[in-house]
């Protein structure tokens, strides 16, 4: 079974400091790995994915992942926290389409983490 | 493009009462699903679709139907509601192995 572990329930930075919200995974085959923010009373919105290739990915607003496959973890960055970064942050997994069966359409969420940038 | 549609987007049921959760996409993605989202629990699969015809369970699939008869919608059946399942639901739409796209969500409490 596929799974995603965010271990910082919540992330608090100073604005302007860099940020990272850690993400392992654990999936059977080549992992695809994406992470999403959400907003207070809205739905997902997707920031980045890592699918193959460079292992250092960039995203939207500034964002940017790195993929360690050795370490399982796609940890999300940003060099400049702003005060608009906080919302909640979700990493996720789903299989490659070449593992089989119908398993690869299943996206597997972390639990999320709460990022805070204090002005 | 709509993208993802959910509809309703609020609902309000007694216990032991079904309804339906209506999502639809015009993106042509083959697949679709719908998740639950409880405080600190995080996102829950409840079923997902590969396409038109194929659905499978997924983390939380007891007490919801689904079915995928067109390739635009998945709509979401709750056959005897219970209080278990007061939660917000998304529906979400992907190409192959690609981000998915999430609906708006619908906030249903069940008393």
């Known amino acids: 079974a596929q799974s995603v572990a965010q271990p910082e329930d919540q992330v608090n930075v100073a604005e302007g400091n860099p940020l990272t919200v850690k993400c392992t995974y654990s999936v059977s085959g080549n992992p695809y790995l994406f992470w999403y923010v959400q907003y207070p009373n809205r739905g997902l919105q997707f920031l980045l994915k890592y699918i193959t290739g460079d292992n250092l990915v960039k995203g939207s607003y500034g964002f940017e992942a790195e993929f360690n496959k050795s370490q399982t973890s796609f940890h999300l960055k940003k060099p400049s926290a702003l005060v608009s970064d906080s919302a909640l942050y979700f990493c996720a997994v789903r299989g490659s389409p070449n593992a089989g069966g119908t398993s690869y359409g299943k996206l597997t969420f972390g639990q999320g983490t709460i990022l805070t940038v204090h002005p | 493009n709509a993208g993802v549609t959910q509809t309703p987007k609020f609902q309000v049921l007694k216990t032991g009462q079904s309804m339906t959760l209506q999502c639809a996409q015009d993106?042509?993605?083959?697949?679709m699903s719908w998740y639950r989202q409880d405080p600190g629990m995080g996102l829950r699969l409840i079923h997902y679709?590969?396409?038109?015809?194929?659905?499978d369970q997924g983390e939380v699939p007891n007490g919801y139907n689904v079915s995928r008869s067109t390739t635009e919608d998945f709509p979401l059946r709750l056959l005897s509601a219970a209080p278990s399942q007061t939660s917000v639901y998304f529906c979400?739409?992907?190409?192959?192995?690609?981000?998915?796209?999430f609906g708006p969500g619908t906030r249903l409490t069940v008393t």
């Open positions: 979400a739409s992907s190409y192959t192995g690609y981000e998915q796209y």
């Open positions: 993106m042509n993605h083959e697949y």
């Open positions: 679709s590969v396409g038109a015809g194929i659905t």
